[in-house]
């Protein structure tokens, strides 16, 4: 309410699935991101976002990621890529 950035006091989370990797120097891929923006005055949630990613190498997601997190190249074949979410993300962090 009427407060300058330099007063404004959030805190954001964030949490992030990611692949598992099978073979050395394998690198992780984000499988599903989620953020949320507390005010830690009041500790309300000001505002969330939480999407599944599609990695751009489905075959990334080994037999071991899904054991691990639950998410299937099938869960995320239709989902938007993380350079497709990070704008909207952007926005609604700020």
């Not at 699935?17 to 507390?38: D, K, M, S, W, Y």
């Amino acid at each position: 309410m009427g407060l300058s950035e330099e007063t404004r006091s959030e805190i954001v989370f964030f949490d992030v699935e990611t692949t598992v990797p099978t073979r050395p120097g394998q690198g992780h891929a984000i499988l599903e991101f989620g953020a949320i923006l507390v005010c830690p005055r009041k500790l309300v949630e000001l505002r969330c976002y939480s999407t599944l990613v599609r990695p751009s190498d489905i075959s990334l997601i080994s037999s071991l990621s899904v054991r691990c997190n639950g998410i299937t190249p099938d869960n995320v074949s239709s989902a938007p890529t993380f350079g497709e979410i990070a704008d909207e993300v952007y926005d609604i962090l700020h």
